[in-house]
T-cell receptor, first 117, second 112 residues
Framework: NAGVMQNPRHLVRRRGQEARLRCSPMKGHSHVYWYRQLPEEGLKFMVYLQKENIIDESGMPKERFSAEFPKEGPSILRIQQVVRGDSAAYFC???????????????FGEGSRLTVL | DQQVKQNSPSLSVQEGRISILNCDYTNSMFDYFLWYKKYPAEGPTFLISISSIKDKNEDGRFTVFLNKSAKHLSLHIVPSQPGDSAVYFCAASADNNNDMRFGAGTRLTVKP
């Protein structure tokens, strides 16, 4: 499967635990984006990364949330000390180009659904 | 700050008829617009796009119209088919931004 791969598809955590969501972009893509979808809401931009660099994290909460895209391996979205309000679907997308250099579009993974008990 | 708005959360049409999904935006810097389609438990998939230098783009049964002066775009699906039933997201991006802004989505139901 050459598409964007996200895992786990479903994750259940208790309040105060840590959640780690992983995303492997499409082959050849070096731009990764994380979006969050709360129930009954649209997709909200969180962070944009290239290999080993965070380019724009303006949509990410300042506390408890962090993201990385190491030289080797998948991109990881990490949520520390989860709270019930973190329950959402987290989508990763990848692109071969920066969004402002469009010849195409973002390719999305199937999402990771986080439930905080 | 919702820069992309889809004011209709749902739309129901009869098979064979036209579906019209609407989207409004507030940021005049947006210059590229896209529609994504999402089935339950799946990620959004790209459907069709339009650049701000155009006012219409057509791909088979799907046509997107852009009215820059009104900051409005619409997606027309004709004829609508039951398989088109999904949530449709409008998205917009600007050359000087790193993020793509999405609307809240419109759930389209096409009845046989």
């Amino acid at each position: 499967n050459a598409g964007v791969m996200q895992n786990p598809r479903h994750l259940v955590r208790r309040r105060g635990q840590e959640a780690r969501l992983r995303c492997s972009p499409m082959k050849g893509h070096s731009h990764v984006y994380w979006y969050r979808q709360l129930p009954e809401e649209g997709l909200k931009f969180m962070v944009y990364l290239q290999k080993e660099n965070i380019i724009d994290e303006s949509g990410m909460p300042k506390e408890r949330f962090s993201a990385e895209f190491p030289k080797e391996g998948p991109s990881i979205l990490r949520i520390q000390q989860v709270v019930r309000g973190d329950s959402a679907a987290y989508f990763c997308a990848s692109s071969s180009l920066r969004t402002g250099e469009f010849a195409g579009e973002l390719f999305f993974g199937e999402g990771s659904r986080l439930t905080v008990l | 700050d919702q820069q992309v708005k889809q004011n209709s959360p749902s739309l129901s049409v009869q098979e064979g008829r036209i579906s019209i999904l609407n989207c409004d935006y507030t940021n005049s810097m947006f210059d590229y617009f896209l529609w994504y389609k999402k089935y339950p438990a799946e990620g959004p998939t790209f459907l069709i796009s339009i650049s701000s230098i155009k006012d219409k783009n057509e791909d088979g049964r799907f046509t997107v119209f852009l009215n820059k002066s009104a900051k409005h775009l619409s997606l027309h699906i004709v004829p609508s088919q039951p398989g088109d039933s999904a949530v449709y997201f409008c998205a917009a991006s600007a050359d000087n931004n790193n993020d793509m802004r999405f609307g809240a989505g419109t759930r389209l139901t096409v009845k046989p």
